[in-house]
């Protein structure tokens, strides 16, 4: 009975997922050259409060891209940056409110920033091009970070990104793409988005993490372990350590040469299954963004 359900509800969910697990749809070309980490932040930045989110306008390649920003009340001097990427058939204002991150960065003073997608699905719902040397989104993402930090105070080793779904693909794309600029990062029910250790020319080991409900009907426990897999590689990761938490199944942290981590931590699904990969909310929200917030203070940019 689970079974069938769990298959029904793949075949609609699907669409929130834009995997091609097969590997990009363009041959990788040349390697990708970064811009660097962030300059340190200017006399003269913000630490003023947004006083709940507000939509920033970007432009980028000619398009407009706005993305949405909440800035923490009380800063008293640079902070970290969490860059939070929807899943497909979403957007910033849908997929902020699920996150919980603004409750969370008001507690532990971080800025978020919620980017929107380059590929429109209708309706207002967007999706990601995670594929290497594909589509505008990893400058994009890229020219987000810097256009908060050109206004507000960030901490310039302490930029992270947050992924949902494809927002998971693209979050391991810019992992691949743009380490140099990024400290490290963790994904919900996301999928890895290079097909090969030469598709991820990383420029340096950066610290993942994998997390998702054992009953997610999109994205399976085995493709999530490839993922998982796929950054212990990069990393070359060793001793494996277990973890336990609320409803956490099978928890694990594994110590990697260059001083980076991998964790994974699979969960027990809730009962409605059309509700297992979504973003988590409640008492699954707080210990999923609190892990990913672990591995993100251990994990700064060297």
């Known amino acids: 009975m689970r079974w069938n359900t ?7 969910a699907g669409a929130l997922l834009t995997v091609s697990l097969a590997g990009p749809l363009a041959p990788a070309s040349a390697e990708v050259t970064g811009d660097g980490p962030l300059p340190a932040p200017s006399a003269s930045c913000s630490t003023s409060p947004t006083g709940g989110s507000v939509e920033r306008p970007l432009v980028h390649e000619g398009e407009s891209r706005p993305y949405r920003l909440f800035v923490p009340s009380g800063l008293t001097g640079p902070a970290p940056l969490i860059v939070a990427v929807h899943g497909g058939q979403s957007s910033p204002s849908i997929f902020e409110p699920q996150t919980g991150w603004n409750s969370f960065a008001e507690t532990n003073k971080v800025i978020v920033a ?3 997608g380059s590929k429109s699905e209708g309706a207002g719902k967007w999706a990601w091009e995670f594929a290497r ?8 993402l890229r020219k987000v970070v810097h256009d908060v930090a050109v206004s507000y105070c960030v901490l310039p080793k302490r930029v992270h990104f947050a992924g949902h779904s494809n927002g ?3 979050t391991s794309r810019m992992a691949c793409d743009a380490a140099d600029l990024i400290a490290s990062a963790a994904v919900w029910a996301g999928p890895k988005g ?4 030469a598709d991820c020319p990383a420029s340096r080991k950066i610290a993942f993490g994998v997390m ?3 009953n997610d009907p999109v994205v399976w426990q085995w493709i999530a372990e490839q993922h998982r897999d796929h ?3 990069m ?3 060793g001793t494996e350590h277990g973890e336990t938490g609320p409803g956490v199944l099978t928890g694990q942290r594994f110590d990697c040469a260059a001083g980076t981590s991998v964790i994974y931590r699979l969960y027990d699904g809730p009962d409605d299954v059309s509700q297992a990969h979504v973003w988590p909310s409640g008492a699954r929200g707080t210990d999923v963004r609190a892990r990913m917030w672990s591995l993100f203070t251990a994990n700064p940019l060297p």
Do not use: E, H, K
Not at 194 to 197: F, K
């Open 212 to 214: 998702l409900n054992d």
């Open 114 to 116: 919620y980017p929107r």
């Open 235 to 237: 990393n070359n990761c």
């Open 231 to 233: 950054w212990r590689q």
């Open 194 to 197: 290079a097909w090969d250790l």
């Open 133 to 140: 040397n594909v589509g505008p989104d990893v400058s994009f």
């Open 6 to 12: 769990i298959r029904t509800i793949s075949a609609v």
């Open 168 to 170: 998971g693909q693209m």
